[in-house]
């Protein structure tokens, strides 16, 4: 959570696009009987699985304290990222009296335009410009929310160290830009695809995924609390940094919630099983003796996630 103290806002907020479709979940079905399809490839149904379940674990969308503002009305809420229509939707019905615009940056998107059941305090902007880039005015927002700090680079752009951080800086620079003074911003980040007390052959599948899916992942995706920190530190317009850290066991260790949201980040991994076959030179049944070996170790040596806001 960031608090920034900036200068008078000079523009007024801009009348909402055309709304794009509500995802509906029933989160209280998440929370009683915790039945779902993980075991899907669809990546949609993914991520919004991950949503209600890290909600279920922060008991909360956000932990900025801007609730009452919220509940009052008139607030202006951006999300920054990819699929934002997920957790600005849910939002949106949590609080009907403010307004929600989520800004998808990425290609991948849950949104059904056929559907008219979306929110009509909420919308969803798709951008074609770089990562980094944010299409609004300045001082726009009351509060700006970005999770999984990952912006995606152009096509042109390498991942080298130099860029990636260029890119990160760019982007949080932008939300500075749009937002009011005395806004916040909140970054969710979870250490998805390093866990922590993993056995031998969890290590090696994750590595080899992070090394498939491109050059450089492995530093790319090491986006964690400390870096972002030293990034806002040095930007002059922040006024205060406070840090939550949640700890979550994975597997059985972690009942119900711990075994759905295993599933969830091991997904894309399953997903990829005949590539990541090649990549590696094993065979479907060598890497079906790995994944199941990998589900008793996270069992064995009480593998967990952490993830920050």
């Not at 801007?66 to 607030?75: E, F, P, Y």
């Not at 009296?97 to 979306?118: A, P, Q, R, V, Y």
């Not at 049944?285 to 070996?293: Q, S």
Request: aromatic letters at 14%; a negative charge; proline letters at 5%.
């Amino acid at each position: 959570m960031v608090h920034f103290n900036n200068d008078p806002p000079r523009y007024s907020f801009s009348s909402l696009p055309p709304r794009y479709s509500q995802i509906y979940f029933d989160d209280q079905e998440l929370k009683s009987s915790l039945i779902t399809d993980v075991s899907s490839d669809n990546h949609a149904n993914r991520l919004e699985m991950q949503h209600y379940i890290f909600k279920y674990l922060w008991q909360n969308n956000f932990s900025t304290p801007i609730a009452k503002q919220l509940q009052a009305g008139g607030t202006k809420v951006l999300e920054v990222g990819s699929t934002p229509e997920i957790w600005s939707f849910d939002m949106a019905n949590n609080y009907p009296l403010s307004t929600f615009i989520g800004l998808n940056i990425g290609s991948t998107s849950t949104c059904n335009k056929s559907n008219n059941n979306e929110p009509l305090n909420a919308t969803v902007l798709q951008t074609n410009s770089l990562s980094s880039t944010i299409p609004f005015p300045d001082e726009t927002f009351d509060f700006i929310y970005q999770r999984f700090f990952l912006p995606q680079l152009s096509s042109n752009s390498s991942f080298n160290s130099n860029t990636i951080f260029i890119e990160q800086y760019n982007l949080v620079k932008h939300m500075i830009r749009v937002l009011n003074p005395g806004g916040w911003v909140e970054f969710m980040i979870i250490d998805n695809l390093f866990w922590y007390n993993t056995g031998l052959y969890t290590f090696r599948l994750i590595q080899a995924y992070c090394s498939l899916t491109c050059d450089g992942y492995d530093s790319y995706n090491r986006i964690d609390e400390k870096h972002l920190y030293n990034m806002l530190v040095s930007i002059q317009e922040v006024q205060s940094i406070f840090i939550e850290t949640k700890q979550t066991p994975l597997g059985k260790k972690g009942g119900r919630i711990g075994e759905l949201l295993c599933d969830v980040l091991l997904q894309p991994i399953k997903s990829n099983k005949s590539v990541l076959c090649e990549y590696m030179r094993i065979s479907a049944k060598e890497f079906d003796k790995m994944y199941n070996t990998i589900l008793q170790e996270i069992n064995d040596y009480e593998t967990f996630c952490v993830s920050h806001r």
